[in-house]
Antibody
Framework: QLQLQESGPGLVKPSETLSLTCAVS??????????WGWIRQPPGKGLEWIGS???????YYNKSLKSRVTISLDMSKNQFSLKVTSVTAADTAIYYC?????????????WGQGTLVTVSS | SYELTQPPSVSVSPGQTASITCSGD???????TSWYQQRPGQSPVLVIY???KRPSGIPERFSGSSSGNTATLTVSGTQAMDEADYYC??????????FGGGTKLTVL
């Protein structure tokens, strides 16, 4: 059974870079059938898709975050990562990693449990 | 960019039927909708995908439909455990994954 697990610092200072990793078990991120992505949820608010990346290197980024976000895959470790630069308090959120299928009608079918990242000095 | 619109809240009495709507361009016509349930403090759980399909383990009281730019999640015989936030989701070629703003279902 596919499992995803986020990890990374729970506290990041303003203007610094937020870095998270998602370890995948029970399946390979090298499959061409899937995209691997990140979602965040500020406290008390809704879900926001950050972006996703495929094995082939194809990427999608949320237009509102595109200039600050990078998603990358590490096939040797079967994990993928998220970096968000120049963070502010508005980036405080629970961050989830997820898998979605390639193609029209795609939806995130497996999610991690989420990790809270707080931006504060 | 692509947008999905949901009502902020829906209330239902135990045992009754709750309907949550999601509106967006081309829903039900070339664009599929999925639905997620999120209980407090938990990760979202997929309850409906591709408009009307239920993942294994999801109770039959959850059903979905979509036509005329509106998708609907229906919870029949609503139970107290169904009280949660529900998010609709669609995929758009220019926006990638898009979520609605979420609907809080209250079982009174």
């Amino acid at each position: 059974q596919l499992q995803l697990q986020e990890s990374g610092p729970g506290l990041v200072k303003p203007s610094e870079t937020l870095s998270l990793t998602c370890a995948v078990s029970g399946g390979s991120i090298s499959s061409s059938a899937y995209y691997w992505g990140w979602i965040r949820q500020p406290p008390g608010k809704g879900l926001e898709w950050i972006g996703s990346m495929s094995y082939s290197g194809s990427t999608y980024y949320n237009k509102s975050l595109k200039s600050r976000v990078t998603i990358s895959l590490d096939m040797s470790k079967n994990q993928f990562s998220l970096k968000v630069t120049s963070v502010t308090a508005a980036d405080t959120a629970i961050y989830y990693c997820a898998r979605r299928m390639d193609g029209s009608g795609s939806y995130p079918d497996h999610w991690g449990q989420g990790t809270l990242v707080t931006v504060s000095s | 960019s692509y947008e999905l619109t949901q009502p902020p809240s829906v209330s239902v009495s135990p045992g009754q039927t709750a309907s949550i709507t999601c509106s967006g361009d081309k829903l039900g016509n070339n664009k599929y909708t999925s639905w997620y349930q999120q209980r407090p403090g938990q990760s979202p759980v997929l309850v409906i995908y591709q408009d009307k399909k239920r993942p294994s383990g999801i109770p039959e009281r959850f059903s979905g439909s979509s036509s005329g730019n509106t998708a609907t999640l229906t919870v029949s015989g609503t139970q107290a455990m169904d009280e949660a936030d529900y998010y609709c989701q669609a995929w758009d070629s220019s926006s990638d994954v898009v979520f609605g703003g979420g609907t809080k279902l209250t079982v009174l």
